[in-house]
């Protein structure tokens, strides 16, 4: 099996069995007694914001390295090429920043 399919399936598990269980349970009938009940929406906040970082950091890690061996590579040919090859290393960077940044939105809102 691929790789990549593996891995996007077992996220695809973990993730609805995550759903599953953060879903609340039926109300409690009268004659029980009455069990405090716990907030899941704040677990399911920090999931979202764990995972914001974690894959927009996998991307910007794939991104930087694919765009900086061609970078290298055509520097090697040309040295002149280096101020135009950098700064889209740089905007590769951006992205983890973004998802740091959405993932700080979701903690705080």
């Known amino acids: 099996m691929n790789k990549k399919i593996f891995i996007v399936m077992s996220l695809l598990a973990v993730f609805g069995l995550t759903g599953l269980f953060a879903q609340d349970e039926a109300a409690v009938p ?13 677990s399911v906040k920090y999931i979202a914001a764990g995972l914001a970082v ?3 950091c996998i991307a910007g890690g794939m991104a930087v390295g694919k765009i900086g061996a061609a970078a290298m ?6 040295a002149e090429l280096s101020g135009k090859a950098l700064p889209f290393v740089g905007l590769a960077e951006g992205i983890c920043l973004w998802g740091f940044l959405v993932a700080l939105l979701i903690i705080i809102l």
């Open 30 to 42: 009268a004659d029980e007694p009455a069990v405090e009940r716990v907030d899941n929406s704040q």
């Open 54 to 56: 974690g894959l927009a």
């Open 73 to 78: 590579g055509a520097m090697s040919e040309n």
